[in-house]
């Protein structure tokens, strides 16, 4: 669909500098992986269309980056255009409190073409500079901690975590814990595809070598031996399925009412299967922003990874469709599905997956009979006739 769906992190040199980039999805269903993207980095490089000016992702994207107290930079993209219109960006810039340096402000403002490459050099010097001013330091000496980015489950490779160092050095062997799962680094493997044998800080790198999926977001921190990252592990995952089965909710005449009455509504159940942990948030959390007033749309599972015979057990015992973004199912699971008659579809791009899922619900709704008077008429006489 021409729009980016999932985070990137790479590494780019410019005059024997190294720069890590986070591309984050602009588009609305996105918000989380933007909040997170600003939270991991130094300087944002907020992205403005010069024709299009400031959208309400944008709005949104400035105050995750005032949120997390970092730098704003800004390319005004796409000056090739006759329709460009920088002005009209940097006086929008400056109602939102992010004054043009040019305009004697302290936003720097650079205007690129992503197509033609121009002020590209010029913004990555510029960037540079901010960092060389803004004094960015960390240790690589302690024990390492990075963020993870994005998190999925590889064929022949079990689950894998890109994560950005934040401070230390994460090396070929270490034991660590990420979020609710530990795990021993098998491979390192950098943003071009290449084993290394460390990371220092900054630096983007996908691990090999995790017990489970953590989400994206955790914190991966370095322990001193197996023993307790396992121990951390366990307690953790034991808290996670403590909470799932807390106390239910006794039945009140309230409540009792409520379900009586959300039983007469119709529902939707869904099976979501994703490729990445980050967009399979942001598809179920876009899903549940779709209004639900005659309808619920139940997602009874979710979860990360190739559509398997189990997820096609699941939706024909739960009368579900299955849902699967940039995912296919394997041999066995197409089979099933076909046998059962369960409904798998599948989208790469979100807004589709969304679109159909609307109309679906729509579908569904009882038809709505009125009745409108086309005339009136008065009997004054009534005659017999034999």
Not at 76 to 100: C, F, H, M, T, Y
Not at 329 to 351: C, F, M, Q, T
């Amino acid at each position: 669909g021409g729009i980016t769906q999932h985070t990137g992190a790479y590494t780019v040199n410019r005059k024997g500098q190294k720069s890590t980039f986070l591309d984050t999805p602009g588009h609305a269903a996105f918000t989380a992986m933007r909040a997170r993207g600003a939270n991991v980095t130094d300087i944002v490089i907020l992205v403005v269309a010069a024709d299009d000016g400031l959208m309400p992702q944008t709005l949104e994207a400035i105050s995750h980056a005032k949120a997390a107290k970092v730098k704003i930079m800004v390319a005004i993209n796409k000056i090739d255009l006759p329709s460009a219109n920088p002005d009209r960006v940097k006086q929008q810039l400056q109602e939102q409190g992010l004054s043009p340096e040019d305009w004697g402000g302290e936003t720097i403002c650079v205007p690129v073409s992503a197509t033609k490459g121009t002020g590209i050099d010029e913004l990555l010097d510029l960037m540079l500079l901010e960092a060389e001013m803004l004094e960015l330091k960390a240790s690589g000496s302690v024990d390492a901690r990075a963020t993870v980015i994005e998190a999925q489950v590889e064929q022949g490779r079990g689950p894998t975590a890109t994560v950005i160092v934040r401070m230390g050095t994460l090396r070929y062997g270490d034991v660590f814990i990420c979020g609710n799962h530990w795990g021993k680094v098998k491979q390192l493997i950098d943003d071009l595809g290449k084993p290394v044998k460390e990371a220092g800080p900054s630096t983007p790198v996908k691990i090999l070598g995790l017990s489970g999926l953590p989400n994206s977001g955790d914190e991966l921190v370095v322990m001193e031996s197996e023993k307790s990252a396992r121990i951390h592990s366990e307690e953790r995952l034991s808290d996670l399925r403590d909470s799932k089965l807390s106390t239910p909710q006794r039945a009140t005449l309230e409540n009792l009412f409520a379900s009586i009455a959300s039983e007469a509504k119709p529902s939707l159940n869904a099976i979501i299967k994703c490729d990445v942990q980050g967009s399979l948030e942001a598809v179920v959390n876009s899903l549940k922003d779709i209004p639900q007033k005659k309808i619920s749309l139940e997602i009874i599972h979710s979860a990360v990874g190739p559509i398997t015979e189990s997820d096609v057990l699941l939706a024909s015992a739960s009368n579900a469709i299955i849902i699967g973004f940039n995912v296919r199912p394997d041999n066995k699971a197409k089979e099933r599905a076909d046998r059962e008659g369960v409904d798998i579809r599948h989208y790469s791009v979100i807004y589709s997956a969304l679109d159909d899922i609307e109309q679906a619900l729509k579908g569904m709704l009882k038809p709505e009979y009125e009745e409108s008077i086309i005339g009136s008429a008065e009997v004054r006489e009534i005659f017999k006739s034999s």
